[in-house]
């Protein structure tokens, strides 16, 4: 079996301990995702060297230790088998305070030390707070629920990693905050691949997944470029600070647990791969935009409903809604597509898109020659000012590529060469759809069974019909999507959407077009201070 075909087996490569006889075992994470001033971050660390340094480093355009130790006691501890599930249970190994004068921010914690010879590392990571929301002109909010469905540390996320007596891979609806976080997803090197392919395939070309093969080569999870910081926030993070904005920083679970997470502040923003929200998440970004706020989402894939438990620090996803309990409970909390009728809160109602209308180009087998690129159908929307975009026009095309993985949008028409939302899926009637490209529901499989396949469009028709009972509604009954820039008004605010999970490509490329655009919504949503940043710069 080669490394390729490795990659579909049940498990792939796994962290957990004890899982590679004589390999270094170096992890940790803390007992929340974030922290104001003043609070203690307790750390739990598993090491099976003798001892460990630890360092706290402020990440982003400028990362800036703020923290040291060295020589800690390396201590290991019983974890249970289903620690993907239930949580690692380790006792606290180090507290350390958030000083007041460190910054609003991603903080790394990165353990080190020597093992047979040579230094290791691992991460873990935590999010500082600010409680002074006038000092920056927006808020960053991770996509901490997009991380657990993806983190396969311990052996299963909500894809895979359960595997039953018959040897089916099986996903896990259970993911614990209280684990370590896959490697890759935090830190990686410059340059690791991403889930799309930046090149233009010749005829008779047989697909390949060049992240999943570069993490099986280099000891990464197969989940690496999935989600999270290393792939998206990160990045986004750099040019934003490298472009002189000022950002505070949230997670999705302080959207959840606190109803004034976002008071204070003119502009969320989320970047990169977001696809699982709860109720309360929704509902506290709908009343941000409602108030008069904006919401500038640099990212795709909005689709799923979660939901949370912060006590047992445990996320649930069940997917298709005969398997989850809470069907016979409450239908609209079952976790599924929010585009599910007994949920009776479209996607499209909080993004403007929804994820059930897009999904996938350049990643793998689907769209595999695509441009890569938005091809523009609405010039003079303001968010294309200055960039001498015409209709028709392509921008961010391969190998760029700032349209991939996972994209959304909403079910539409075209009227005299311009694009509408019929508004079937929710979406609003004073929708703008400014850009387009067409993506598909999942690869077919033309090779029986003998290429590895990414998101296989047999699944995702099964889990429709598990859905809707064999009964897709319309607008859903299709392989073919498309992903969408689109803008819409939303009470008093304003929700502007770039519909795809790399749109951050084109910000790590320093692609003209992708970097004027996301200027001119993070100016127009901005408070003044942006507004003031953005004029000095021009």
Known sequence: MDKLQAWSQPGGLIERPGQYPEASELWCYTDKFSYLGGENVSIMVYANTDEYDVEIIRDGARPTTVFTQTGLPGRQHPTPADAYAVGCGWPESLSVVVDSEWESGFYLVIL????????????????????????????????????LAYNDWGGANHYRGVVNEEGDDLPSPVSST???????????????????????????WIPRHPAYEWAWLNGYSRHHADSFWATYERPFTVWAEEQGYTFHHVTQHDLHADSDALAGYSCAVIAGHDEYWTWEMRDRIDAFVDGGAGLARFGGNFLWQVRLDLDAGTQTCFKDPAA????????????????????????????????????????????????????????????LKGTDLYYGDVFGAAPIVVFGFEVDGVDYTFRKGLPYATGADGASSDLQIIAMAPAVRGSRD??????????????????????FNGDTPDHLDTEFGSGMIAEYSRGAGTVFNAGSAEWVSGLMRHDGFTERITRNVLDRLGSPAAEDIAGRKR
Do not use: C, Q
């Open 112 to 147: 080190r030390a020597r093992h047979r010879g040579r230094v290791v590392e691992s991460e873990g990571f935590f999010i500082v707070r600010s409680s002074t929301p006038a000092d920056a002109d927006f808020v960053l909010i991770h996509t901490t629920s997009t991380m």
């Open 446 to 467: 033309l090779w029986n069974g003998t290429v590895a396949i990414g998101a296989p469009l047999d699944e995702a028709e099964e889990l429709a019909h598990a859905m």
């Open 324 to 383: 989850d309990p809470m069907l016979t409970v409450d239908p609209t909390r079952v976790t599924t597509a929010w585009d599910w009728p007994e949920i009776n809160r479209p996607g499209a109602h909080t993004m403007g898109l929804t994820g059930n209308a897009g999904i996938y180009s350049r990643f793998g087998a689907t769209t595999p020659r695509s441009s890569g690129g938005f091809t523009v159908y609405r010039p003079d929307h303001w968010a």
């Open 178 to 204: 209280r684990r370590p976080v896959a490697r890759g997803m935090l830190r990686k090197p410059a340059g690791a691949p991403r889930n799309v392919h930046t090149d233009s395939p010749e005829p008779g």
